[in-house]
C-alpha cells in the first residue's frame, strides 16, 4: 500500500517522469518512485503548497527542518522502520534496502532550503544548487539499480554521468520555468538582464550545456543494468526533446507573467520514449 501511495504522488505531478518510470524493471521503479515522492513533498514545502495553507515564513522553514530529520531518521537503519505516514514508510524500505547516502540527503535538503531565501545565484551557488536539488537524485537512483542489478563498470565514471543527467534535467527545467520562478516565487537562477529577461545567447549557451551532459549521461547507459536502461534513455530522449523545442522558443517568450511552459505533446512523447527504450534495450 504504501508503494502505492508513492506512486500515485509521482503520477500527480508528471507524465514525462510517470512514462519513464514503466520502463524500469519493477523493483527498481518501485525504489525510485518511492525516493521521488519524498523529494516531491520537499519541493511542495518550499515551491508553495504550505503557504497557501496558511504557513508563514517561519513555519515553512520548520516544516522543512521537521520534514528533513524525519526523512533522515527514515533512512537511518539503526531506528525503527515503521511510520504512520506511507510515503515515509516505503522511502524508509527503499533507503535501507538500497544504502542511500545521508549525505546526498542533507545536500537535497540545503538546496531546498535555499530556495526559502530566493535571490540571484552566482556561479559557485548555482553549482552548489544545482548538485543538491538534482545531481544527487542521480546518484540517489544509481545506488537504486546498483541494488537490482550487476555492475561492473568503474563507480566513478557512472556517478560522473548520474551527476551530469540530474544536472542537465535541472537546466532544463530552469528554462522551462524561469518566468514563474522570477515572477512569483521570485527566484533568479540563471543569468538576466536588468529587466529580468534572457538572451538568446545566454538561452543557448545553457543548452549547449545540457546537450554536453545528456550526451555524458547516455554514454553510461550500456553499463546499467538491463531493467534500467530503457526508463533512463526514455528520461533522456523526453529532456533532448525539451532542449530542441526551448532552442526553437525566442528567449523572450520564457520570461515575464506571460512567459510560455515549453513541453512535449503526449504523442510526441509516447513516440520518442518508444524509440529510445527500443534502442537501449538493443544496447
Not at 556517478?159 to 527545467?173: I, R
Request: charged share 20%.
Amino acid at each position: 500500500m504504501a508503494d502505492r501511495v508513492a506512486a500515485e504522488v509521482i503520477a500527480g505531478y508528471s507524465t514525462s517522469f510517470t512514462l519513464a518510470t514503466r520502463l524500469l524493471s519493477p523493483p527498481v521503479r518501485r525504489d525510485v518512485c518511492n525516493l521521488y515522492a519524498v523529494v516531491r513533498i520537499a519541493d511542495e514545502i518550499v515551491d508553495g503548497a504550505a503557504e497557501s495553507a496558511g504557513e508563514d515564513a517561519t513555519g515553512i522553514r520548520t516544516l522543512l527542518d521537521t520534514y528533513e530529520d524525519t526523512v533522515l531518521g527514515a533512512a537511518d537503519p539503526t531506528a525503527p522502520a515503521f511510520h504512520t505516514d506511507p510515503v515515509l514508510h516505503a522511502f524508509a524500505g527503499t533507503a535501507r534496502r538500497c544504502h542511500l547516502d545521508p549525505a546526498h540527503l542533507r545536500a537535497f535538503f540545503a538546496s531546498m532550503r535555499a530556495d526559502l531565501d530566493p535571490g540571484v545565484h552566482d556561479d559557485a551557488s548555482l553549482a552548489e544548487y544545482i548538485h543538491g536539488s538534482a545531481e544527487v537524485i542521480g546518484l540517489m537512483c544509481l545506488d537504486i539499480f546498483r541494488t537490482h542489478g550487476d555492475v561492473t563498470a568503474d563507480p566513478q565514471w557512472l556517478a560522473e554521468g548520474a551527476a551530469s543527467l540530474g544536472s542537465a534535467f535541472q537546466k532544463v527545467n530552469f528554462l522551462r520555468d524561469i518566468g514563474a520562478d522570477i515572477t512569483v516565487l521570485h527566484r533568479h537562477y540563471l543569468p538576466t538582464a536588468s529587466d529580468g529577461t534572457l538572451t538568446e545567447h545566454a538561452k543557448n549557451a545553457l543548452l549547449d550545456e545540457c546537450v554536453v551532459e545528456l550526451d555524458a549521461g547516455c554514454a553510461r547507459i550500456p553499463a546499467l543494468p538491463r531493467g534500467t536502461r530503457a526508463g533512463v534513455a526514455a528520461a533522456a530522449a523526453l529532456y533532448r526533446a525539451l532542449v530542441d523545442r526551448l532552442r526553437e522558443t525566442p528567449a523572450a517568450d520564457l520570461t515575464g507573467a506571460d512567459a510560455v511552459r515549453v513541453s512535449v505533446p503526449t504523442r510526441v512523447k509516447t513516440v520518442v520514449t518508444l524509440r529510445a527504450a527500443g534502442k537501449a534495450v538493443l544496447s
